[in-house]
């Protein structure tokens, strides 16, 4: 999973519909690259993939809970599973 932008810490705001409200969401370039890759993958769009990923995240702000799955998904993958 390639990160494009020459900077990939530097943090970004993206609007998206979930669950039919609008929400903004701050992740660093790095982790929207790694999200938009896996939406592609699993072929649904960045939001529906973030709306899944808010169905589960329990208490935990949803830009974290992003970063959270995104590693957890990174390290799946480095482990072969």
Known sequence: ???AD???GQMRKHS????????SISLETAFWDVLR????????T???LAADI???????N???ALRVH??????EKAAGK
Do not use: F, N, Y
């Not at 998206?16 to 929400?23: E, P, Q, S, W």
């Not at 808010?54 to 935990?60: C, E, F, L, P, S």
């Open 46 to 48: 960045v939001a529906a």
């Open 70 to 75: 995104l590693l957890q998904v990174c390290r």
């Open 62 to 64: 949803l830009s974290s």
């Open 6 to 8: 020459p900077d990939p």
């Open 16 to 23: 998206l519909v979930i669950a039919g409200h609008r929400t």
């Open 37 to 44: 890759e896996l939406a592609r993958q699993q072929g649904v």
């Open 54 to 60: 808010d169905r589960k995240r329990g208490a935990a």
């Open 1 to 3: 999973m390639a990160v």
